[in-house]
């Protein structure tokens, strides 16, 4: 199975500084049709996960465009460009290109300071 | 209005048995993949089925093969999982979600169902 390891784990964020998390996997997620199948998503506390980011940098309907995703081959970056008080929770990336299983990152924890 | 909603959750034994039910609307479900993933007390999100549109493929993270089955009933609008053989370590809540290759991969959630498996 493919390993996710993200980074840090826990990441304290001044309001409106931006933040940065890491995700790497354990091999290359391009899939045979060109596409890179990694996703991210955010876990408000006590919500259901809510996807953020999908194929690397295409964000979802009605996410705020502060969030970014960019990456290639094994290593991915989520970048929040100005952090809010709604953005604390935990970010997971997850990836869907070698599957099954579907594997997720550990999760990072993001708060403020 | 896109709404997931899961139930069949509870309090069982080890070694009992619960289904889970997952009811979409506001979306063609027909015309989806489906996953069922879970999320142990403080933990963080694991995979745990999927299944195809017509419910010809199916497929499982390692440790639910040969005690869980998932299933739709595309008339009804309705995703299920079966599961048997429940372990501790199954302690979970348990969220469908929209599947997929596309623009639609795992963008919809639902609210999540409570299983807990104790003696």
């Known amino acids: 199975d493919v390993v996710m390891t993200q980074s840090p784990l826990s990441l304290p964020v001044t309001l409106g500084q931006p933040a940065s998390i890491s995700c790497r996997s354990s091999?290359?997620?391009?899939?045979?049709?060109?596409?890179?199948?990694l996703t991210w998503f955010q876990q408000r506390p006590g919500q259901s996960p809510r996807r953020l980011i999908y194929?690397?940098?295409n964000r979802g309907s009605g996410v705020p465009d502060r969030f970014s995703g960019s990456g290639s081959g094994t290593d991915f970056t989520l970048k929040i460009s100005r952090v809010e008080a709604e953005d604390v929770g935990f970010y997971y990336c997850?990836?869907?290109?070698?599957?099954?299983?579907?594997?997720f990152g550990q999760g990072t924890k993001l708060e403020i300071k | 209005e896109v709404q997931l909603v899961e139930s069949g959750g509870g309090l069982v034994q080890p070694g009992g048995s619960l289904r889970l039910s997952c009811v979409v609307s506001g979306f063609t479900f027909r015309s989806y993949w489906m996953s069922w993933v879970r999320q142990a007390p403080g933990k963080g999100l694991e995979w745990v089925a999927n299944i195809k549109e017509d419910g010809s493929e199916k497929y499982y993270v390692g440790s639910v093969k040969g005690r869980f089955t998932i299933s739709r009933d595309n008339a009804k609008n309705s995703l299920f999982l079966q599961m048997n053989s429940l372990r501790a370590e199954d302690t979970a809540v348990y969220y469908c979600a929209r599947d997929g290759s596309g623009p639609e991969f795992f963008d919809l959630w639902g609210q999540g169902t409570l299983v807990s498996v104790s003696s």
């Open positions: 091999q290359s997620l391009v899939f045979s049709d060109g596409n890179t199948y």
């Open positions: 997850m990836q869907g290109t070698h599957w099954p299983p579907y594997t």
């Open positions: 194929k690397v940098s």
